[in-house]
């Protein structure tokens, strides 16, 4: 990697998981207990939180927005705020702590989420202030890559998912990053500039030459999500972008018209789709709605998105939206994404998290959609307190919390109906 430079030196209501930013942070990314497990055939599967194994703790863990599990064994933590990373070894241990924000050559900015899949076994973080990935599993050693700036500007890798979270995906192919680019700009308006993210192009930076290409438009390749849209509340659609490298050389990305995950090789040839069982939700009454977009509502009055209301005041303004909304249950569950989460294991097995409107705000609860490549889909329900995060052949990692929310590094096997 001749490109990368190094020089000496050192991871609704709120869960762990989706740490809230400042509104100003916001505009800036808008514009720029258990049970015993039961199982059938064919069915749901159940897993209990007797199953989980607790891998490694810190006091250190704050709100972990994300994990990478390297070939060695060892962990990354990504955290809210700083120390931004914890290390975990093979054996649980923490071997240190890194990763201060500021201006300066060996500090972050705003570091979204790890690359999923690593870099040479290693892990490494895109920073969306800094425009460039850079290796966060060796704490003594600088290196970063920086993206070209002529075929992907500054501020065009938008996550595509919740508006009030950080998180940018990104992902290995080869000996490529795939990176998401927006071309849209807010000139054209919120709601068209929204869409462009969601038709955002993955591009391919060559670790080596540090040459891109266009992979797959998405904006070309999927169906007009808007098409039928009837914006009876005004704002505007709250749909994800969901993506995710899945095996050697594939990409699966959600279709929300087609109700499919659609397939394309790092050529860009379209592969056989995936059909989906029927979407949910299909209707939305006015309070399930309210309850959705609340967090949106509280961060727009307090002025900073991890400010809450009190108890009273909650109230007054949930009531208060729920009389103003305006629309038919079907035009509101228009607004909101059916999936909040997509993953994929080593193995091709695509994970995809449904929206759960009891929980309140944009979060997926306890039950995953595990689909396989010829179409076998299973429902998989996880321990309630456990967060799933990256899934392998045989095991999913995640985060652990306890009964008052304290986080740990954890595990859970998947059952023989599952497990490759």
């Not at 190094?6 to 100003?24: A, C, E, F």
């Not at 039928?228 to 018209?257: H, K, M, N, Q, S």
Request: aromatic share 8%.
């Amino acid at each position: 990697m001749e490109r990368v430079g190094r020089s000496p030196r050192r991871d609704g209501s709120t869960r762990v998981g989706r740490p809230r930013r400042s509104v100003l942070w916001i505009g800036l990314i808008m514009m720029g207990c258990g049970g015993d497990r039961v199982t059938s055939e064919d069915g749901p599967v159940h897993l209990s939180a007797s199953e989980v194994h607790v891998f490694g703790a810190s006091d250190a863990v704050g709100l972990i927005r994300d994990l990478d599990v390297l070939p060695d064994g060892s962990v990354w933590a990504l955290n809210s705020g700083e120390p931004f990373f914890v290390g975990f070894d093979s054996g649980g241990e923490v071997m240190g702590t890194h990763g201060g924000s500021g201006g300066g050559p060996e500090e972050f900015r705003m570091p979204a989420a790890f690359v999923t899949g690593g870099v040479d076994g290693e892990a490494w973080v895109f920073d969306f202030l800094r425009h460039a990935v850079i290796r966060v599993s060796r704490p003594g050693e600088w290196a970063q890559l920086p993206i070209p700036r002529e075929a992907i500007p500054p501020g065009s890798l938008l996550g595509g998912m919740d508006i009030m979270s950080p998180t940018v995906r990104t992902a290995r192919m080869g000996n490529e990053l795939l990176l998401p680019r927006t071309t849209g700009s807010m000139a054209s308006g919120l709601t068209s500039f929204r869409l462009a993210i969601l038709g955002a192009d993955l591009m391919a930076l060559d670790l080596e030459s540090g040459s891109v290409r266009v992979v797959v438009s998405l904006g070309e390749v999927l169906d007009d999500p808007s098409q039928g849209f009837v914006p009876t509340d005004g704002g505007f659609p709250l749909w994800y972008r969901l993506w995710a490298v899945c095996g050697e050389d594939r990409i699966r990305v959600y279709d929300r018209v087609r109700n499919q995950l659609r397939g394309f090789s790092r050529d860009g040839e379209e592969l056989t789709p995936v059909s989906l069982p029927a979407a949910y939700p299909t209707e939305v009454s006015p309070r399930e709605f309210a309850q959705v977009v609340f967090p949106l509502r509280q961060a727009e009055i307090t002025g900073g998105v991890g400010s809450r209301l009190g108890a009273e005041d909650s109230a007054r303004v949930l009531n208060e939206m729920i009389q103003g909304i305006r629309g038919q249950p079907r035009e509101l569950a228009a607004y909101l994404p059916r999936y909040v989460d997509f993953r994929c294991a080593e193995d091709g097995a695509m994970w995809l998290q449904p929206v759960d409107l009891s929980i309140g705000g944009l979060d997926g609860g306890a039950k995953w959609m595990r689909i396989m490549p010829d179409g076998d889909v299973r429902e998989v329900h996880f321990p309630e307190r456990f967060d799933p995060m990256r899934f392998m052949s045989g095991r999913v990692w995640g985060i652990q919390r306890d009964e008052w929310d304290v986080p740990s590094v954890a595990w859970i096997a998947l059952p023989p109906p599952l497990a490759m």
